[in-house]
């Protein structure tokens, strides 16, 4: 592992779990985005994630839980901007570029997120990633798989990500959003439909409304997340 430069403004964040196959490739994308810091937080991989995340920067080992991942490779960061990536997700360069430069244009953005392109050719993607992009713009949620970025100081005092066992990335951008303004940005960030397609991408699109309507109606999280991991 590289050791990462104090000067560095960008950290870039990867929570991972049993990602062997995609993890390589994610943390060599993430070089091409400049001079970042790229640190990979693995929650108890079983396969061979954790020796595949060698050339990032730092490779932790956490307790399960993106959350708690999450918070853990911001502990560990250097940069003033927290950028969170899945590993099924790849930035392109002139994205990091656009983020550089609404932060440092616009005071009053504390973070954002990307449009997405879905490596999918079917027209139901392309209503997705207008659908996703719609839901940032208006209610301000941001899910994981678009790509959140945060100022340093922002994500500290609103003390991370909340730990909890099922759409921390949602609960996040709600606080988030108080905050101050969101940036939209791109479309700049390419995301596989690998779990679209698991099961279908409109019936896992309603399924995600289901629990996040549920959610609001006050079921507990730690049902929502059982109940999800028994339907992937």
């Known amino acids: 592992m590289t050791s990462a430069s104090q000067t560095r403004s960008v950290s870039i964040i990867v929570p991972v779990l049993n990602e062997e196959a995609r993890v390589a490739d994610c943390i060599e994308r993430a070089r091409q985005l400049g001079d970042v810091e790229v640190i990979v937080a693995d929650g108890g991989s079983s396969d061979r994630t954790v020796e595949r995340a060698s050339p990032a920067d730092r490779v932790l080992q956490t307790l399960r839980g993106r959350a708690i ?30 983020v550089r430069l609404s932060l440092q244009n616009h005071p009053e953005i504390v973070g954002g997120g990307f449009r997405q392109i879905l490596d999918h050719p079917g027209w139901v993607y392309r209503w997705l990633e207008w659908g996703n992009a719609s839901r940032v713009r208006w209610p301000g949620w941001i899910y994981g798989d ?8 922002v994500f500290e005092q609103l003390g991370g990500f909340p730990v909890l066992p099922f759409m921390e990335d949602l609960y996040f951008s709600k606080r988030l959003k108080q905050a101050g ?5 791109g479309p700049h960030l390419h995301v596989s439909t690998r779990r679209w397609e698991q099961v279908g991408p409109i019936r896992q699109t309603l399924r995600n409304w289901r629990f996040i309507l549920a959610a609001h109606r006050g079921t507990p999280l730690e049902e929502l997340a059982r109940r999800y991991r028994d339907t992937r």
């Open 146 to 153: 678009q790509g959140l970025f945060v100022r340093r100081s």
């Open 181 to 185: 303004r969101l940036a939209l940005l």
């Open 69 to 98: 991942q999450m918070n853990a490779g911001a502990a560990a960061a250097v940069g003033e901007v927290l950028l969170f990536l899945h590993a099924d997700c790849w930035l392109e360069p002139t994205g990091m570029d656009e």
